[in-house]
């Protein structure tokens, strides 16, 4: 029987909404329209059907923002923006469909849960303001249920935003609401000590939890955006390097807490990029990840990892909308057949860890 894909990890935004994102500019890679019409696109060989011939179907996506333009404070701008994703989530998934936004009546089903941003540095007060303000977006309880965590990028921030009291109390308050919080760093770009500083911050939002149905859940994106531009010769030659041998190590420490997960997401725009017009090897993209997936396989175990497309963002550097999500689906294929993972513990990574992690009503 085919198993279910819950894409844990993809980014919706209408042309008309581009101006609000903060990373937005006239010709980049990503302006232009990205919604349910062009996901379908991109996964259109990707049956939704359980009955497929394929050994994998698409159930659903998880939705995480975009990064608007935000700040923690209220005053001005500072929430609006994020707040009108939420309303246009609402509309996806009641399937009111608005010229212009990309998505129709029938794609309603596709969305089983949604991650917002939300101002987690300013605290319990800050958070409990801005989640109620949400609630009143999503109008009905159908919706209101899929909105399941929050993130609020830190791989851009100033070093320390991440354990000032403010944030710690934040995340200790989404763990006593039952909402998850996605973290987004970046080792590459945003050096080691991001991840010094994430996993301080996970030792710190357990500190005086006592009761395991309170502990906070860090849903961490992407392998924390490892270094895969390393010279590769061998996987020695990785294995070896300092900066693998750090990344290792914090990944273990991360690890530790057991309602701590890991998306199998992100890699093509850590890679080299790929070309639209040659079909990449796809075995040799599984041996360079090797070293670095089964570190994420051996200490998460697979029971804590999750499948995600970081869609439209994987067309960057895997090839384009209309070959980056396939690639990214057989390489993870390839890399769940390596490891020898019994038919249960890859339906898991499909999608029932997501099910499981962001507490999906199904």
């Given at each position: 029987m085919a198993i279910p894909i819950v894409d844990s990890h993809i980014h919706l935004f209408p042309g008309s909404h581009l101006p609000a994102l903060?990373?937005?500019?006239?010709?980049?890679?990503?302006?232009?329209?990205?919604?349910?019409?062009?996901?379908?696109?991109?996964?259109?060989?990707?049956?939704?059907?359980p009955g497929t011939a394929q050994s994998t179907y698409l159930w659903g996506f998880v939705f995480v923002e975009t990064d608007r333009i935000s700040s923690v404070e209220e005053s001005?701008?500072?929430?609006?923006?994020?707040?009108?994703?939420?309303?246009?989530?609402?509309?996806?998934?009641?399937?009111?469909?608005?010229?212009?936004?990309?998505?129709?009546?029938?794609?309603?089903?596709?969305?089983?849960?949604?991650?917002?941003?939300?101002?987690?540095?300013?605290?319990?007060?800050?958070?409990?303001?801005?989640?109620?303000?949400?609630?009143?977006?999503?109008?009905?309880?159908?919706?209101?249920?899929?909105l399941r965590g929050v993130r609020y990028l830190v791989q851009d921030k100033p070093a320390g935003v991440m354990v000032q009291p403010d944030f710690i109390a934040g995340l200790k308050w989404l763990g006593e609401q039952g909402l998850t919080f996605d973290l987004g760093v970046d080792a590459r770009q945003g050096g080691l000590a991001q991840l010094r500083e994430a996993n301080e911050m996970i030792r710190k939002a357990?500190?005086?939890?006592?009761?395991?149905?309170?502990?906070?859940?860090?849903?961490?994106?992407?392998?924390?955006?490892?270094?895969?531009?390393?010279?590769?010769a061998s996987q020695v030659s990785i294995t070896t390097h300092p900066d693998f041998l750090e990344w290792s190590s914090l990944i273990t420490a991360m690890a530790q807490y057991p309602n701590t997960y890991m998306k199998l997401s992100g890699a093509f725009s850590e890679f080299p990029p790929l070309s639209s017009d040659t079909e990449p090897n796809i075995p040799e993209l599984v041996e360079q990840l090797r070293p670095w997936t089964?570190?994420?396989?051996?200490?998460?175990?697979?029971?804590?990892?999750?499948?995600?497309?970081?869609?439209?963002?994987?067309?960057?550097?895997?090839?384009?909308?209309?070959?980056?999500?396939?690639?990214?689906?057989?390489?993870?294929?390839?890399?769940?057949?390596?490891?020898?993972l019994r038919e249960e513990e890859k339906r898991g990574v499909w999608g029932q860890v997501a099910v499981r992690a962001y507490g999906i009503d199904i």
């Open positions: 903060a990373w937005y500019g006239p010709g980049g890679p990503l302006s232009s329209q990205h919604c349910v019409a062009e996901y379908r696109d991109a996964t259109s060989s990707a049956s939704t059907s001005g701008k500072g929430w609006s923006h994020a707040l009108d994703e939420v309303s246009l989530l609402t509309r996806v998934i009641t399937g009111e469909a608005v010229p212009g936004e990309g998505h129709q009546k029938e794609d309603c089903h596709l969305c089983l849960a949604f991650v917002p941003w939300a101002p987690v540095p300013g605290g319990p007060v800050a958070l409990e303001k801005y989640i109620a303000l949400a609630r009143e977006r999503t109008q009905t309880e159908e919706v209101w249920k899929k357990h500190d005086g939890v006592t009761d395991e149905k309170f502990k906070p859940v860090v849903i961490i994106n992407h392998l924390c955006k490892p270094n895969l531009r390393l010279p590769y089964d570190i994420v396989f051996d200490t998460f175990g697979p029971q804590r990892v999750l499948f995600g497309s970081d869609w439209p963002v994987c067309n960057v550097g895997g090839g384009g909308n209309p070959v980056a999500w396939q690639r990214w689906r057989r390489v993870v294929e390839s890399i769940l057949e390596r490891r020898g």
